[in-house]
């Protein structure tokens, strides 16, 4: 978020980038709650490949169907996994964009700047529904430690690709290397259904040996 | 195809607008109007707790024994999907559904409205299944949940599918992770109820069954779906006054008592909550057993056996027995079973240690105390976070439950034998190769040998030969964390830890302020044949300060660094099964190998591709 931003809260951020402080800090900050976990997904201000900003839970996650992963420019190990997904933007057809969303998280501020985001979003033809995330150093720092690994735990993860259901509260992860059709399977298995009334339960397994 | 139906169902939707985060000028009043970051948010969501509970308000409840069916299922099952059937034909039928139902953990507000739950047949733990040696039985498991989104537990996952804890099951019944069931279908388990190889000194006694569903079984046992199974045989009858010299006559009926220990976190509703963006594991703040938090047991002046079983998700205990303000007086327990088997004696332990899906039955007698006496079950095992305890032991420690001592009703026919069961011998001469197994982490997932689980479960990380023993080494590579490690299908024996044998007669104990817990305690006495069954158990000497475990077992606790060789046999079935960490959350970020049993002779190599004939997810099994 820019200085002016800051100035126009008239606040100074405390030693952790956190803006704002105690209770009046909260009162300021009150906003509706949206569902489950929305109070421990950061709804930290964001900066996208397009050179937009949005708030990471209400604008992004809500109500949303996601798959969000960790890149680094620099790092071109973090890029088989965005190949991975742009196979997976495939499967997913025009769904992306509309109630299913792919975020490839900035891990390194100073180098993932909004323009080298682009760079890479086109590179590997990200269409509507697919945004490279970055923001100031804490919040990205934040993001990982809530998405992927708690505060006080291990590093933030490229090996792992949250998928969640945000309005159902339901998150798994996936190995950043599963293949395409494997990802876009997961995400079906969070996806809200509907229980077809009166059905007699159907047997599923096990399958004939033979 | 799930994937085009999941495609197909969101064309059909197709009602949410397309989201465009705004340019910054149009959005600049909103982000001011909401911009609460990072502010407020906790660390984790143990800065929250769960509202308060008076202690011992709610009595300890028995979940049920579950029932066979009077009538044939319908549809039959398919003898044709089963290995053996015909051989190990059920006797016994049961069907059971897993389903959506309000629990009440505890009578005060706001638990007295009750808190979301999945269980069995309406009750969490589920009911509890009595078999028997000798008499297979099938189990049809109803998916009775509701589907993503139109249900009350949201952090769970309505597909499942059902791990009978260690039993000898086949393949296609064991619970494998991608053998799953979603909302109304159903899977038939066929356990066959007899000991591996036919040897009896390789029967089991306490199991439990629980989801084991792929990337998320930690929230699914945490909803609520786990249970208990017992076995039984003509010595562990299930009888205190069976007539059967060889009956061990061990405590039944209501004083034959099964305990899970769960630890719970709840929001201000009283809803359990669980946290699956943390990797490392969650931890409750509520101690409930059975479900109830801190109960009450009114027990009678005699003899009770527990079987109790840490059900998870990532917490370990130390349990004592204490009574007085302070909890000063220490009472000790007899312990009968490590894991699912009997031991060959019993042993008189202060404490009781147990790393997730660790189980013990142990003898209390109540007779040493008075009428309205009260004794407190305890838990004193520090621990902070899901990696792992802490090795510090926290006095006077945590109330569980407790017990209000009664008089007995009549006299107390059970018995403690001291002697239980052998150990099935180790023979090296049927090793046919040595594996190590690595635990480990890196760059956000659990890894076994450095890589995390196949997310298809496709990936054979070892195919073993069928009638054939080999010796593992698991391995902790991590300084900081703890692993349960769990291999299905059969137990093992322990050969030797750090570097150090073990002997059959050798329990794992520690010394105090033994952060190592690496003691063992050699319990051999001579075994007095012409006395048999016949001779009771007295704790006589200095109880063991801490029992962490019989040389047969069917968890390997890792703690920090440890490196631990074992003994396994693999025997009467093929296909795949599983080996992983049984901190839950740990498995669901893929701390879990696949392991295959394959006809002897036709090895794959670890990472050879299945047969081509070889349905996903299933392995066939040739003739």
């Known amino acids: 978020m820019s200085d002016d931003f800051r100035q126009a809260r008239g606040v100074r951020p405390n030693i952790n980038g956190r803006i704002g402080t105690g209770a009046a800090a909260a009162e300021d900050c009150s906003r509706p709650l949206h569902g489950p976990l929305s109070t421990y997904i950061p709804n ?41 997904l742009a196979d997976v933007q ?11 969303f792919i975020y490839s998280l900035a891990t390194d501020a100073e180098h993932d700047t909004p323009q080298a985001l682009r760079g890479l979003a086109e590179k590997y033809g990200a269409g509507d529904g697919w945004l490279f ?47 395409a059709e494997s990802i876009a399977e997961r995400l079906s298995w969070v996806e809200t259904g509907k229980r077809q009334a009166g059905d007699l339960p159907q047997r599923k397994g096990p399958a004939p040996l033979y | 195809m799930i994937r085009r139906d999941f495609l ?47 202690p011992f308000l709610a009595p300890l409840r028995v979940p049920p024994v579950k029932q066979p069916l009077a009538v044939p299922l319908s549809p039959p099952p398919d003898p044709g999907a089963h290995q053996r059937y015909e051989e190990f034909a059920p006797k016994k ?31 969490t733990p589920g009911p509890t299944y009595h078999a028997r040696y000798g008499e297979p039985i099938m189990v049809r498991m109803i998916n009775d949940l509701p589907p993503v989104g139109s249900g009350k537990v949201g952090f769970a996952m309505p597909k499942t599918t059902t791990h009978l804890h260690n039993a000898h099951t086949a393949a296609e019944s064991d619970g494998f992770p991608m053998d799953f069931i979603g909302p109304n279908e159903f899977w038939d388990h066929h356990y066959a109820n007899f000991p591996s190889g036919n040897d009896p000194r390789e029967k089991l006694t306490t199991l439990w069954y629980h989801d084991h569903m792929m990337d998320f079984t930690a929230p699914n046992v945490y909803a609520g779906l786990a249970g208990f199974y017992l076995l039984f045989d003509e010595q562990d009858s299930g009888n205190e006054n069976d007539p059967n010299p060889l009956a061990f006559r061990l405590p039944s009926g209501k004083y034959d008592v099964p305990l899970i220990l769960h630890d719970v976190l709840f929001d201000h509703d009283g809803q359990a909550v669980f946290n699956k963006l943390n ?24 003899k009770y056996r527990f079987r109790i079983l840490n059900g998870g998700p990532s917490r370990f205990y130390q349990l004592f027995l204490s009574s007085g303000a302070l909890r000063d007086k220490l009472y000790p327990f007899i312990v009968i079973t490590g894991d699912g088997n009997f031991m060959p004696r019993p042993v008189c332990a202060e404490s009781i240690y147990l790393s997730v899906a660790q189980r013990v039955d142990v003898i209390i007698d109540f007779s040493q105390f008075k009428q309205g006496d009260q004794v407190f079950l305890q838990n004193r095992l520090e621990q902070t976070n899901g990696r792992g305890p802490s090795s510090r032991i926290l006095e006077p420690g945590a109330d569980m439950m407790r017990f209000d001592i ?42 076994v040998n450095g890589v995390p689980a196949d997310p298809e479960m496709m990936r054979v990380d070892a195919a073993i030969d069928k009638d054939t ?26 050969l030797e830890v750090n570097g150090r044998k073990i002997k059959a007669t050798e329990v794992q104990t520690a010394e105090p302020n033994d952060p190592r817990r690496n003691v063992y305690r050699d319990l051999a006495r001579p075994i007095d044949r012409t006395a048999g069954a016949t001779a009771d158990f007295v704790c006589k000497s200095e109880p063991i300060r801490v029992f962490m475990g019989g040389n047969r077992r069917d968890i390997t606790t890792l703690l920090p660094n440890d490196e631990i060789q074992i003994f396994m046999r693999w025997k009467d079935f093929e296909g795949h099964y599983v080996m992983h960490c049984h901190n839950v959350v740990h498995e669901d970020h893929a701390m879990m190998i696949r392991w295959d049993i394959v006809p002897p002779g036709k090895t794959r190599k670890p990472g050879d591709a299945e047969p081509s004939s070889s349905p996903k997810g299933r392995v066939r099994h040739p003739g």
Request: proline share 6%.
């Open chain 2, 8 to 54: 197909k169902l969101g064309l059909a939707a197709g009602a949410a607008g397309l989201i465009s985060p705004t340019p910054v000028a149009a959005q600049q009043n909103r982000m001011l109007e909401f911009l609460c970051s990072p502010d407020g948010l906790p660390p984790d969501l143990l800065t929250r707790p769960s509202p308060n509970s008076t």
């Open chain 2, 93 to 123: 039928f049961y069907e059971i559904r897993e389903q959506e139902f309000l629990w009440q953990y505890h009578p005060e507000p706001p638990y007295n409205k009750g808190s979301w739950s999945w269980g069995f047949d309406g009750v």
């Open chain 2, 406 to 447: 009664m008089e007995a009703r009549d006299a107390d026919k059970s018995r403690i034998p001291d002697q239980l069961r052998d150990l099935p011998p180790v023979n090296m001469n049927e090793v046919k190769r040595r594996r190590v197994w690595a635990f480990d982490y890196r760059g956000g997932m659990w890894t």
């Open chain 2, 279 to 302: 990797t490392d594991g969650m931890l409750g703040d509520k101690y409930t057993l059975n479900r109830t938090i801190q109960p009450y047991f009114r027990v009678e002046r005699r």
């Open chain 2, 469 to 494: 023993a080999e010796i593992w080494t698991i391995r902790n590579e991590g300084k900081n964390w703890s692993h349960p490690i769990h291999s299905h299908f059969t137990e093992f024996l322990l």
């Open chain 1, 133 to 179: 995330l970055t923001a100031e150093p804490a919040a990205l720092e934040l993001l990982r430690d809530r998405l992927f690994g708690p505060a006080g735990g291990h590093h933030y993860s490229m090996n792992l690709i949250r998928y969640g259901n945000v309005a159902a509260g339901l998150w798994g992860g996936i190995l950043a290397t599963a293949n």
């Open chain 1, 44 to 84: 930290v201000v964001v900066q996208t490949h397009n050179f937009r900003r949005a708030l990471f839970y209400d604008d992004l996650l809500r109500g949303k169907l996601v798959l969000i992963h960790c890149v680094s420019v620099q790092d071109r190990n973090t890029w088989s996994a965005i190949e991975t």
């Open chain 1, 90 to 100: 495939a499967l997913l057809g025009d769904r992306l964009g509309r109630d299913v």
